[in-house]
């Protein structure tokens, strides 16, 4: 039982700082992707969220998951929320290293505008998106982010669309480092050596620094909850999600932070989740899928 | 009389702990103190968090080089019952074991 | 100390006057010179000010939301289309509790796209839990945004308040205003201090969390007693800031009631032009009076009650409309006169929509419709005035 008396007086990186008794699906890893992302920033963090699972699983009055000052207010404006917090904490001379927590949903749809405003206006904001691939918290609907092949209830596959989504996921973190910000970056909690690396990296500069964490969902991916580590090492692994870091834009000269000796074919990934049972059914889709991932570990220099 | 703030705000921080999400479960991990070496993988990983620390109370060891280290325990008042920490322990020290009614 | 301003001027040194902490703005005709000038007096070192150059009315809004919930006074300017986008938003703001100011030069809304005066656009907003003020003046536009920032950081109201100014008609005309010291302005309105809704790593709290069934109504009657409260506390700032600044105001002005027949109702510049044209009419002989709203949120009920009591019939000026219904303030009025035993009859006046001027003409067409009406001639309950109707019919196809 957490006792927060006790804690106290315990370093910050042993301190719980979220939950328990968030009602956060069994098996769901954004509550310890917070969790280690407040407990490498420090003290000194502010969170701002945007409305989505995170939000909503967190902070159900009169009680909170939140064990530092947190802000939300609506679904495609955490940028510009998180803009103003920090031009305030300016203001006022107060110590605060804002941290906006912000899903797929808000990041790379409704959000795109306000987060492109606060990455050109250079705000001191280290914007984490936790990225789950859907609009998840209003019942798996496809998202900018959603990647080819996947099933949501909204890119369902059907004899006349058999692959499910069509579109390719959007480049965010090419999108984000476009703005020539000091640093952009993906990270995941199953490397934590990295992951640890670079929250600490965005949190040390002054200047808005971008990170897309991977971030399996139980019910949206339909996988067991207690694969969510397994599918993010083999995110990794087949090169659906690869580590990397850019800094002040310089995308050509991007530096890739892990890269597996030998890339795993993507069906080991795939297998493991039914979003993607119809794509295992037909030698065609899983082609399809495997030339997506291909072809960014071609750009990103790795093929 | 509800409890009722200006702008719905909440001042006392992580008071969530008060609804016990262990309810959820149907499988419960448990620990085998023997097998475990104290790695801190599984706390790591606890998503809720259900999974501390504390300084060891005789439990048993798997190798006198852990004997001091501080042993991990389950809150079962909040577990879910996700399973991450059994698939993650890399010893397999962590049995996932049906509820019973 | 006196000086000339256009009434986005008059705004902008009301806002700075203020100390705001932060400013997040965007601009819009005919706010626009409102960001501009606080860009200035930060550039220049005349306002010690966060300002944010955000990329759009939503952000403008979010962002002072996020500056306030931090803890600093905030204020912010936008018009119409500006305010339209802000919508979602507004509700929060009101609901979170922070006291916001916002200055908006009242523009018609698209479509079609018209960039002059009338008052949808604020009316657009009147649920969103926001205090409303319509300034006739400069002078007015200036002082009711320092009374706003008062009322809405008082601790029994910590509502955002909007101060509404005509667009063109204030926002572009110079007249004189005399603006406050800053020192005047300081011990009138002292530091944003707020003890419910601030950042600080020291302290924990949550803002915006998530309300279930079992507690969202008791939020939402905790803005409506709030308003309530905000009532009074209008009146007294009211009176403290007269005493202050030697300008008295209040939720309402009348003008002739005492023996009037027929009443006017105006908000806004409208109410010069209404009070030019019934002095002229009473010197003829007519018994015409005025009401000008200056307070619309909360509804002066009361006020609003005592003034008409005289009167056979009440004639509203509404520069908006909800179509399929008629204008807001014949409806409100008519609303909060309903149950009393007597009451004058209510008529509908729709006028000077997206900036077609409000005339003396005007003024004096709607009040012999008015006398007609007291002495109990039949004429419609709603009414546009100075419209070409047989075009529109032609275009819409109606027959007479």
Known sequence: ?????????????????????HRGCAG??????????????????????????????????????????????????????????????????????????????????????????????????????????????????????????????????????????EEPKKPIVKIAAAHNIPYAATANIAYMADFKRKVQKAASIEGPTFLQVFSPCVPGWRMDPSNTVKIMKLAVETGIFVLYEVENGDWKNLKVTYRPRVFKPVEEYLKLQGRFRHVLKDPELLRTVQEDVDAQLRELGLK | MKEITKGAIIYEPQNTYTYLTGGWRTFRPVINYEKCIRCYICWTYCPEPAIFKRKPAGEPVPNERVAEKDVVYIDYDHCKGCGICVAECPVKAIEFVKEEK | MKKVLKGNEALAYAAKLARPGVVAAYPITPSTTFPEKISEFVANGELDAEFIPVESEHSAMSACIGAAA????????????????????????????????????????????????DHQDTISQRDTGWLQFYAESNQEALDLMLIAFKVAEDKRVLLPAMVGIDAFVLTHTMEPVDVPEQGEVDDFLGEYRP??????????????????????????????????????????????????????????????????????????????????????????????????????RPFPKEEMVEAVKNAKVVCVLDRNVSFGFGGAVYGELAAVLNNLPERPKVYD??????????????????????LKAAKGESIPEINWVNVDKEAVEKSEGVMR
Request: aromatic fraction near 10%; hydrophobic fraction near 40%.
């Open chain 1, 1 to 21: 039982m957490i006792d927060l008396n006790r804690e106290k007086d315990m370093p910050w990186e042993e301190r719980s700082l979220f939950g328990p008794g």
């Open chain 3, 349 to 370: 006046f729709i006028i000077g929509l997206g900036g077609r001027d409000v005339t003396r003409d005007d003024i004096r067409t709607v009040a012999e419709m008015g």
């Open chain 3, 195 to 296: 003890e419910h809704a601030y950042l600080d790593p020291e302290r924990p709290i949550t803002q915006g969390s998530f309300g279930y069934p079992e507690h969202y109504m008791e939020f939402k009657y905790g803005q409506w007693l709030a308003m309530e409260k905000a009532k009074r506390v209008i009146d007294e700032v009211f009176e403290e800031f007269a005493r202050r600044f030697g300008r008295k105001y209040s939720k309402i002005s009348t003008f002739g009631v005492e023996d009037a027949d027929v009443v006017l109702i105006t908000m806004g510049s409208m109410s010069g032009t209404a009070r030019e044209a019934i002095r002229k009419m009473r010197e003829d002989g007519l018994k015409v009076g005025l009401i000008k709203l200056t307070v619309y």
């Open chain 3, 70 to 117: 931090t803890g600093v006074r905030t204020v912010t300017a936008t018009a119409s289309q500006g305010l339209a986008l802000m919508h979602e938003v507004l509700f929060i703001a009101s609901g979170m509790r922070l006291p916001i100011v916002l200055a908006i030069g009242n523009r018609a809304l698209s479509a079609p796209i018209n960039i002059w005066c």
């Open chain 1, 28 to 165: 769901c890893p954004v509550p310890a992707i917070v969790r280690w992302v407040l407990r490498y920033v420090g003290p000194e963090a502010i969170a701002v969220s945007a409305t989505g699972c995170l939000e909503v699983f967190s902070t159900p009055y009169p009680t909170t998951a939140w064990g530092v000052p947190w802000i939300h207010v609506a679904f495609e404006n955490a940028a510009a929320v998180a803009s103003g917090v920090e031009r305030a904490l300016r203001k006022l001379g107060r110590k605060g290293k804002v941290v906006a927590f912000v899903g797929d949903g808000g990041t790379y749809d409704i959000g795109l505008q306000a987060l492109s405003g606060m990455l050109e206006r250079g705000h001191n904001v280290m914007y984490v998106l936790y990225d789950n691939e859907a609009y998840m918290n209003t019942g798996i609907q496809r998202s900018g982010g959603t990647p080819r092949g996947a099933w949501t209830t909204t890119s369902p596959p059907g004899c006349e669309r058999p692959l499910g989504k």
